[in-house]
C-alpha cells in the first residue's frame, strides 16, 4: 500500500496549498494550469503541449478509471498521446486509487511513479482555480516535508519544441497521396486521425526544411509553449506557401500559419484547457463544441488582406482559426482529433484530404 506522504504546492505569489501525494516523491517545479475536462487524464498528460507545466484538473474525482496498457500498433500508441507524461507534476482535489474500468492496467498513481512524476491530491482545487483565473497562469512548485530546496522554473524561458518534436523524419505509408506534418509536438492521435484517411504520411522535426520534398500537403501539428521560438518553421510555411498545396494546421499549427501569413501571437491569462469551448464560424450562426489546449492566441487584426478570421471563441472573443479567401491554406486553434472528445469537427481530416487528393477546393472553404 502506498503511504500518502504530506506535499505543499507553491504559488510564485507566495500562495501555500497543503495536500497528500499519490504519484512520485519528486520536487517539481513548472507553470501551473488548469484544465476543466471531466475526462481524458491519460491523454492530457501524455499530450506534449503541457510539457513543462503543472496541471490542475477542475473535476473533483480523478483517477476511478485507471490507465490504460502502454499497447501499441504500427509503432504508434493505442491509448496515449505521446510515449510520455509530459506534466510536471498533477494537482487533483479526490484522488481514486481504487479504479475500475475494462481497458484499465494500472492505477493513476502507479503510473505517475513509474514515469517519476509527482502528483497530489487533497488540494482545493476551486480555490486554486480562482486563484489562477484573478492573477493568470503562474509558476508554481510542489515540495515535501519542510524542504524547499528547488527554484521556480518558467518553461517558457526556453524552445519546449526542441523537447518534444520528432528528432528525424518518420514515415507512415498508408496510401499515395504524401502529407508532410511538421511536428511541432503532435498529439498521436492527430497522426491516427491522418493515416485513417489513407495517405503517405511524413513527420518532420519541428525546424527541418522539407521544402525541397516532394509532397501533395502541409499539415502543421500543434505544440508546447510560446510560438515566437518557431521562427525558422514559420519561414519553411511561407516558402511552402508560395505553391498552392494544401496546408491545414492545428492548435500551435495555427499560431505558427497565421505568423506567415502576417499576423502575431499574444499571451492568454490562463489559457483555454477544456473539453467543451464553444466556437462560431464567422459568417454564419454555425456552432461547435471543441476540445482546446493553449496558452496563446492569434491577433487576428494584423492579417493580410488575403486572409480573414475563420472561427472565433464564444467565450471571450478569441480567434479560433484563420484561412486564406482563395488558396487552400486553413486553420485551426482548437483540437477536431480530440480523445475524449468532443467530435463535433473531426470532419476536418476529411476534408483536409480530399483538397491534398482533388487540388480542388472540396467545399471546405466556401462553405
Known amino acids: 500500500m502506498h503511504r500518502y506522504k504530506p506535499v505543499r504546492l507553491i504559488l510564485e505569489n507566495g500562495t501555500v496549498f497543503h495536500g497528500q501525494s499519490f504519484g ?48 501499441e500498433t504500427d509503432g504508434i500508441s493505442d491509448f496515449f498521446e505521446s510515449g510520455r507524461i509530459h506534466i510536471s507534476g498533477l494537482i487533483v482535489q479526490d484522488y481514486c486509487d481504487d479504479y475500475s474500468h475494462w481497458n484499465a492496467q494500472q492505477s493513476l498513481g502507479d503510473w505517475l511513479r513509474q514515469h517519476n512524476v ?62 508532410v506534418m511538421i511536428d511541432c509536438g503532435a498529439k498521436l492521435q492527430i497522426v491516427r486521425e491522418l493515416i485513417k484517411q489513407r495517405i503517405h504520411l511524413i513527420r518532420v522535426p519541428w525546424d527541418y526544411d522539407f521544402t525541397g520534398m516532394d509532397y501533395d500537403g502541409l499539415f502543421i501539428s500543434n505544440g508546447p509553449g510560446n510560438p515566437d521560438y518557431c521562427a525558422i518553421t514559420v519561414e519553411h510555411i511561407r516558402k511552402a506557401m508560395q505553391q498552392d498545396k494544401p496546408v491545414f494546421g492545428i492548435c500551435m499549427g495555427n499560431q505558427l500559419l497565421a505568423k ?12 483555454h484547457r477544456s473539453h467543451n469551448q464553444p466556437v462560431r464560424r464567422v459568417g454564419d450562426n454555425a456552432c461547435f463544441i471543441t476540445s482546446q489546449n493553449h496558452g496563446y492566441a492569434v491577433n487576428e487584426s494584423l ?46 481530416f476529411e ?17
Open 24 to 71: 512520485a516523491e519528486k520536487a517539481a517545479s513548472g507553470e501551473v494550469v488548469f484544465s476543466t475536462a471531466m475526462v481524458g487524464y491519460p491523454e492530457s498528460l501524455t499530450d506534449p503541449s503541457y510539457e513543462g507545466q503543472i496541471l490542475t484538473l477542475t473535476y473533483p474525482i480523478i483517477g476511478n478509471y485507471g490507465v490504460p496498457a502502454e499497447s
Open 118 to 179: 509527482p502528483g497530489v491530491s487533497g488540494i482545493d482545487t476551486r480555490l486554486l482555480t480562482k486563484v489562477l483565473r484573478e492573477k493568470g497562469s503562474m509558476l508554481g512548485k510542489i515540495v515535501f516535508e519542510e524542504e524547499d530546496e528547488i527554484d521556480f522554473y518558467d518553461p517558457e524561458s526556453e524552445n519546449l519544441v526542441t523537447k518534444v518534436s520528432c528528432k528525424e523524419p518518420v514515415e507512415y505509408r498508408y496510401g499515395e497521396k504524401k502529407v
Open 260 to 271: 506567415a501569413a502576417g499576423a502575431n501571437t499574444y499571451k492568454l491569462k490562463y489559457g
Open 303 to 348: 492579417l493580410g488582406d488575403e486572409w480573414e478570421p475563420w472561427f472565433i471563441n464564444m467565450n471571450d472573443g478569441t480567434n479560433e482559426g484563420i484561412r486564406h479567401k482563395t488558396k487552400p491554406f486553413f486553420s485551426v486553434q482548437f483540437h477536431p482529433e480530440a480523445t475524449g472528445g468532443p467530435t463535433d469537427t473531426r470532419f476536418f
Open 351 to 367: 476534408e483536409f484530404v480530399k483538397l491534398v487528393t482533388a487540388r480542388q477546393d472540396s467545399g471546405i472553404l466556401t462553405e
